[in-house]
């Protein structure tokens, strides 16, 4: 079985629409409302946005369900969630974010392997949901301390932000067993 918010709800929940996360209430206008600011909490708090429209409705299905009904045969349920390469770059930064400051190599370092990067085919711009992209450009430029490099974005083969990862020691970057032909990071 289906379930949905009722269509042209006409009273509101005694204590509004709401959805608690990590001992957190997040409240809204309306279930949309409440759905749109738990995938802002989500992202924020370094996580992937999941399904929050699901999340809602298993939420108000235990605290109230007479706010939902069955959906129709036909109708098609929403779905929320961000691409792989989002979500494991905006994990990679969060964890960075926690190291610390003692993560950086010196600014001659940097320039050489920003060099080998922007030269690569791998350095591709970001893909994907534009509220994740916001935040990851957010932790990356905290990361960095505003320091721009033109031209470098996004490792697609070590799923890096490559303006950061330039900049780091290698005991933080990810390695794969394979690695383009004049990649620095296996060095």
Known sequence: MLLRFKKNQLRQPPQGWHYIEDRQTITGVSPEDVEQKIVAYRIRNGR??????????????????????????????PEISPPDALGGVL?????????????ETGPGVAGERAA???????NVSLPGDQAIKSEIDR?????RKGEVTPGL??????KMDLRVAVRLRTEFLS?????????WVRS
Do not use: K
């Open 48 to 77: 992937p946005p999941g399904n929050p429209h699901h999340d809602m409705l298993y939420f108000w299905f235990d605290l109230r369900p007479e706010f939902l009904e069955q959906v129709p045969d036909g109708a098609e349920e």
């Open 116 to 122: 080998i990067c922007l030269a690569c085919p791998h």
């Open 153 to 158: 974005h996004f490792c697609d083969h070590h």
């Open 91 to 103: 994990r990679w930064l969060q964890r960075l974010t926690q190291q610390g400051s003692d993560i």
């Open 139 to 143: 932790r990356s430029f905290m990361l």
């Open 175 to 183: 390695t794969t067993p394979w690695q383009p032909g004049a990649c």
